[in-house]
């Protein structure tokens, strides 16, 4: 099958375009230079020009904090555009999968969250990812959408990269310990999105959940990262002391606790278990240091 990947320069979009073939998927990967998603039109040509199986739709505004100074930025392109490929899939008569993100929810359930629990996002960047998905949903029957979290990569501007060059920098690290999330290396979202318009082709519909294991703190990953990052050579082995969230203002509110509930999701997408962002985490720094 040939799948249109939009957002293709960024970190899941590179992933699908790098893992397609190795998973016996044609990508046509289309970064914002090749594909605005913001313009209807294009977007609308693009599809019907290209005649996918498929569309995994990867571009989106993921500036979480600058998000709260520029939600018209959010907005156009992690709702509208969603809405432009839903309707280009719809006329094109092929399943979109389109992801989203953990932060749609506040995080205070006190449980794992499934896919149909109400959506309560306490930032503008998962307000319009949760206003998104109901442009998806309100066009097409025939879309998955996928929610991940934490995603990074070796080489992306990101939370991982970002720890191992401060390490390089400053003697000793503060990472907030009382959020938790599902770190996802960017290479498990690509094989989940794809995983995703297989099972779309034939007929899945509706939301997903998919994300990395074990459900850690920021300070879990940047202790993983850091350790990684000097078997590899790139960091010193500093210490990183745990703070609350108070600790470390930021201008966007996050979640505290967003633990998903993988098993039907996991089953719907025919995988036998969420990936180990351990691994993967040690995968992505090796990757980046050959980039
Ligand atoms: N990163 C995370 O921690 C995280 C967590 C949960 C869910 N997600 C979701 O996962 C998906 C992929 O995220 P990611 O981590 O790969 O983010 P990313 O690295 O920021 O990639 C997003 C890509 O979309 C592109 N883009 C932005 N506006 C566009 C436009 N108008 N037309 C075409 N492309 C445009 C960006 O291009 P520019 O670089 O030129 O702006 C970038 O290449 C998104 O739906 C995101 O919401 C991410």
Request: aromatic share 6%.
């Amino acid at each position: 099958m040939t799948v249109l990947v939009t957002g293709a320069g960024g970190q899941v979009g590179r992933a699908l375009v790098r893992l397609g073939p190795e998973l016996g998927t044609d990508v046509v990967g289309l970064d914002r230079a090749a594909l605005d998603v913001t313009d209807a039109a294009a977007v609308r040509d693009a599809v019907a020009g290209l005649r996918p199986d498929a569309i995994v739709n990867a571009a989106a505004y993921t500036a979480v904090d600058r998000a709260e100074a520029e939600p018209g930025a959010a907005y156009a392109v992690n709702r509208d555009a969603a809405g432009y490929l839903a309707e280009a899939a719809e006329s094109a008569g092929v399943p979109l999968v389109h992801i989203s993100t953990d932060y749609v929810f506040d995080g205070t359930k006190g449980g794992p969250y499934a896919p149909d629990d109400p959506v309560a996002p306490l930032n503008v960047y998962g307000a319009s990812k949760a206003a998104g998905e109901e442009a998806v949903r309100a066009v097409t029957g025939r879309a998955v959408i996928l929610r991940t979290a934490w995603v990074f990569d070796g080489t992306a501007n990101n939370f991982v990269t970002t720890m191992l060059r401060l390490a390089t920098e400053r003697p000793r690290l503060t990472v907030v310990a009382d959020q938790w999330g599902h770190p996802t290396p960017a290479a498990d979202v690509a094989r989940g999105a794809l995983a995703a318009a297989r099972r779309a082709a034939d007929g899945l519909a509706g939301t997903v959940h998919f994300g990395g294991l074990p459900l850690a703190t920021w300070h879990d990953l940047a202790t993983a990262a850091v350790d990684a990052g000097h078997a590899a050579g790139l960091s010193p082995l500093v210490p990183i002391d745990p703070v609350p969230t108070e600790a470390y203002p930021t201008a966007a509110r996050r979640p505290q606790r967003v633990e998903f509930d993988l098993t039907a999701s996991l089953e719907a997408l025919g995988l036998s278990a969420a990936p180990d962002w351990r691994l993967g985490l040690v995968e992505e720094i090796q990757r980046g240091l050959g980039s």
